[in-house]
């Protein structure tokens, strides 16, 4: 037996291992107590990275679809063929539609996993500029786009997010996120429970805000139903209060107070009350001790962004502690400074917005990407442009974004698709090609992004724990021959300088560029100093860093934010809802990690988890019973799913994950369910947006019968 040193980089906490070896087989995977960061923690979905690395499902070697039909079907198979057949293919195919169509008909999607490998980081960014395409998608507009957005436009920097000091805090206020199941998320916190513990033994507080009572609800202080898509309410009542009752402590490099006084005059606590359920009272008092605790922060989390006014909603968060004088406190909310810097290396860069607009929709691009709930148009509607080729990287977005059966009936009429992914899925069995890269076991792992996002300052490399089986392909590997391929066979050249620089850069390898990154950094580490380390290396606390810290021209602050101001008056002409109407909400599992891993009997194993949730206030209002087969129908489209009474949703909201129960051919069953096809993403509905682009999945108005 042999005992080595692993990570999980499945979610955003980032958690030590300790793997014991027989062999080359795992028998045991437990939290490192030595890890700076988590700890000790680990949670179910690391214990089942043995089950990625053993699955049978999982594909090793490239695959080309050879199908029955004209379109993707049950009856097509997939055929194993060579790297250098599969490359050629996909290259082959990517140039001739961009010589014949401009670079614009290929789109390419990115998904979640890519910010959790390294070789991604490096290499798959880089190849994705290498296309020039401005059809460029990624889960960032179904997830966390208000977030960066305002990043970008309030401290100069897409990736320079304020991070909850939790270890310190005195009151947290957490709207939209679920971090005893999720371990954080624009927060890497591993280990939450027993931080909150902790917080709650030094005298603090926790207060969740949300529409069900999830997991984190269920250990508050206090818990308070808040209808979807309301949030703006409830939060610019806060800060209504905050200024009304002279609560502000405003930091010297701060613009625009006054201006965010007049634009929030209208948001009163009554007027909150009656949008969002939460009483007036209510908004006042937490108002009042968030202003006033000895260190607060107010964290909002995905459920804040995917919906209408996410990006108003995210903005009241940021204001609220800023004019509490809880940003760059300790016990508020603080900036890392991780050993490689992104933000002041820049090699992530600042983002930009509005710089050009889609086709179809005329939606305006973030940091180069387009919101993906305009993809199906991009490819639907003929014309100078129109997407013809489709490239996506470890991304599912049939199951990850709104009306995903219209965006895969597209799919299917592209004339070419190829994927980088390790199973066959609900997009990827569209694909002429699959290029299936080695998983993270087999991989050097460094988190470019998380520790940039953690609770404290903390360093570790994790070398592979296996090595690259024989005939296989490192991702980083694969982009690297899809962008140098592609290039040679495009007619437009690029100038002999540019070419010999992508080829010296896309052959340095993940490792050699961390190193370079490491040792040229203020931290002056080493991937040998992080090895030798083993479980990392402790950076520290956050501290205080600004206004050195901000990335504005003038290391300042401009609270009055056009964008967001102009979108308060379409806030201020929303109506309550009607009393029967029901609001669609999804949710997560700690054992479900987005679209994937339903295959794993490891973590589909207990109580189905798969039902629509809902109050039997609104059941018996129906005449529903407990179990019974129910169908939900939106705009967009219908699923019939198996529906559970819960106390725990708020009167007059449903709640519906997404990922469960696609059943593909060849493939074992993704869960226990036996009604395939549900997902959230076959009601959602993508002309809900939000105005930063984010897709607005919570809230989405349906009826249920039986």
């Not at 909850?164 to 005195?170: C, F, K, L, S, V």
């Not at 931290?523 to 606390?541: N, T």
Request: net charge neutral; hydrophobic share 40%; glycine share 8%.
């Amino acid at each position: 037996m042999e005992r080595r040193l692993g990570v999980c980089n499945l979610c955003e906490a980032i958690c030590g291992l300790v793997i014991t070896l027989d062999g080359d087989r795992i028998t045991d995977v437990r939290g490192n107590p030595d890890d700076p960061l988590s700890r000790g923690h680990v949670c179910p979905k690391a214990i089942a990275l043995q089950d990625i690395h053993e699955d049978p499902d999982r594909l090793r070697r490239p695959v080309r679809r050879v199908p029955a039909g004209p379109t993707a079907g049950d009856g097509d198979r997939w055929q194993e063929i060579s790297w250098d057949e599969a490359l050629d293919l996909v290259a082959d195919k990517i140039a001739r539609t961009v010589n014949e169509h401009g670079r614009d008909a290929l789109a390419v999607y990115l998904g979640n996993p890519n910010v959790h490998s390294l070789g991604s980081m490096t290499h798959g960014t880089a190849m994705v500029k290498t296309l020039r395409t401005r059809n460029k998608y990624s889960a960032t507009s179904v997830d966390q786009l208000p977030h960066q957005l305002l990043a970008h436009l309030l401290y100069g920097h897409q990736l320079l997010l304020p991070i909850p000091d939790i270890d310190r805090t005195r009151y947290f206020l957490v709207l939209g996120g679920n971090p005893m199941a999720s371990n954080g998320s624009l927060m890497t916190v591993p280990d939450f429970p027993a931080r909150l513990r902790a917080l709650k033994a030094r005298g603090g507080r926790m207060v969740v805000l949300d529409p069900r009572r999830t997991e984190t609800a269920k250990v508050a202080d206090e818990h308070h139903f808040v209808r979807p898509g309301s949030d703006a309410f409830a939060l610019l009542a806060l800060l209504h209060v905050v200024l009304d009752e002279d609560l502000a402590t405003v930091p010297s490099y701060v613009d625009g107070v006054e201006a965010v006084r007049a634009a929030v005059a209208p948001f009163t606590p009554e007027r909150a009350e009656a949008m969002s359920g939460v009483p007036a009272d209510v908004v006042r008092r937490i108002a009042r001790d968030v202003a006033t605790a000895d260190g607060a922060a107010v964290y909002g989390r995905i459920g804040v962004s995917v919906q209408e006014f996410g990006l108003v909603a995210q903005w009241a968060v940021q204001v609220l502690n800023v004019l509490t004088g809880n940003l760059d406190r300790p016990g508020g909310v603080m900036f890392t400074r991780p050993a490689i810097d992104a933000v002041g290396r820049r090699f992530i860069g600042r983002g930009h917005h509005d710089v050009w607009r889609s086709r179809v929709r005329g939606l305006p691009e973030f940091s180069g990407e387009l919101p993906v709930a305009t993809l199906a148009d991009e490819i639907l509607t003929p014309g100078a442009g129109q997407v013809r080729a489709l490239l996506t990287v470890a991304g599912n977005p049939v199951s990850s974004t709104p009306d995903g059966r219209r965006l895969g009936d597209a799919i299917a009429e592209l004339d070419f698709v190829a994927a980088v992914d390790i199973y066959v899925n609900e997009t990827t069995r569209h694909a002429d090609v699959i290029l299936p890269p080695t998983t993270s076991l087999e991989r050097d792992h460094y988190d470019l992004v998380f520790h940039l996002l953690a609770v404290r300052n903390t360093a570790r490399f994790t070398p592979a724990l296996f090595p690259k089986p024989e005939g296989t392909m490192h991702d980083w590997e694969i982009y690297r021959e899809i962008a140098l391929r592609t290039a040679a066979r495009l007619h437009r050249k690029r100038p002999l300088k540019a070419r010999l620089a992508l080829q010296a850069r896309m052959r340095l390898s993940p490792t050699r560029l961390v190193d370079l990154l490491l040792r040229t950094d203020r931290s002056r580490l080493s991937v040998r100093r992080l090895k030798k380390a083993g479980a990392g290396i402790d950076l520290g606390p956050l501290q205080p860093c600004l206004p050195g810290r901000l990335q504005t021209k003038e290391r300042r602050i401009d609270l009055a934010q056009p964008l967001v101001l102009a979108d308060l008056a379409r806030l201020e002409q929303v109506r309550a809802p009607a009393p029967d109407e029901l609001l669609l909400i999804g949710r997560r599992h700690q054992r479900d990690c987005n679209s994937w891993m339903h295959n794993s009997e490891r973590l589909t194993r207990g109580r189905p988890r798969h039902q629509l949730l809902m109050h039997p206030d609104d059941l018996a209002d129906r005449g529903i019973g407990d179990g019974a087969t129910v169908t939900v129908k939106s705009r967009v489209g219908s699923v019939l799913v198996e529906v559970a009474a819960s106390d725990t949703m708020m009167p007059g909201v449903v709640s519906l994950p997404h990922g469960y129960g696609h059943g593909l051919p060849g493939v074992r069953m993704r869960s226990a369910v036996d009604l395939a096809g549900v997902s959230i993403n076959d009601l959602t509905d993508p002309e809900r947006l939000d105005v930063s682009g984010n897709a607005a999945f919570n809230g989405t108005p349906v009826t249920v019968t039986g």
